[in-house]
């Protein structure tokens, strides 16, 4: 029979609270990252993005730090929302493979109010 | 709305049959990914074009799966002889990238989920 339940990372947090989400990632020839958020039954969407010549990155209440030397990705979100609550998953994209992204496990943010 | 559309959103079917999903990605966009996605993990490459051409399969993509993208617009994917290990979601992802212009984000629909019984 099919398999059921997630065996993501969870975090759970207080609205309000700032949530820290990590991504280790393996290629040392990746040099493009994204942050998706996908919420149940939807699509993955764009929340932000950082190329390996940066090492932080900064849009509204999101923030994304890349750490090149343990190959570790971070996304910080500010001031926590209920509507922040989805998956959240890190994507590479490894030079030369022409932005097929590789996604990691995902790790699901639970909001509480 | 402007965004990837996928149809149908959601399907059912008995194992042994044909599936198509089609995909109509942002309209200037040349680049376009498949992807499926099963419960609890993150979406897995399986295909993409650029404009008509299929430049790369992975190898997750079987005999069973056909993918198309005739005009360069709008595309397929075909699953025929459908497996119960084929129950997943099927996204459609595109971009637009033409030498260093464009990024390499990609725009994913809502995907289509299919459940073979």
């Known amino acids: 029979g099919e398999s059921v339940g997630l065996h993501l990372p969870t975090l759970s947090v207080q609205e309000g609270d700032n949530s820290i989400i990590n991504c280790a990632y393996s290629?040392?020839?990746?040099?493009?990252f994204i942050w998706y958020k996908q919420e149940s039954g939807k699509g993955p969407q764009f929340i932000i993005d950082?190329?390996?010549?940066?090492d932080k990155r900064q849009g509204q209440r999101v923030t994304v730090l890349l750490n090149k030397t343990v190959k570790h990705l971070s996304l910080q979100i500010a001031a926590t929302q209920p509507g922040d609550s989805a998956v959240y998953f890190c994507?590479?994209?490894?030079?030369?493979?022409?932005?097929?992204?590789?996604f990691g496990k995902g790790t699901l943010l639970t909001v509480n109010p | 709305d402007t965004g990837v559309s996928q149809n149908p959103r959601h399907k059912i079917t008995k194992r042994g049959q044909n599936v198509t999903f089609r995909c109509d990605p942002i309209s200037e966009h040349n680049r376009l990914y498949w992807y499926r996605q099963t419960l609890g993990q993150g979406p897995e490459f399986l295909t993409y074009f650029q404009n008509e051409a299929q430049l790369e399969k992975s190898r997750l993509l079987s005999d069973r799966f056909s993918a198309e993208r005739p005009k360069g617009s709008f595309s397929t994917l075909e699953i025929q002889r459908t497996e119960q290990g084929d129950s997943a979601m099927y996204l459609c992802?595109?971009?637009?990238?033409?030498?260093?212009?464009?990024?390499?984000?990609?725009?994913f629909g809502e995907g289509s989920r299919l459940t073979v019984l």
């Open positions: 290629n040392s020839a990746s040099d493009y």
């Open positions: 992802a595109s971009s637009f990238r033409l030498g260093l212009q464009g990024t390499g984000e990609l725009f």
């Open positions: 994507a590479e994209n490894i030079r030369g493979s022409n932005y097929k992204l590789t």
């Open positions: 950082i190329r390996s010549n940066m």
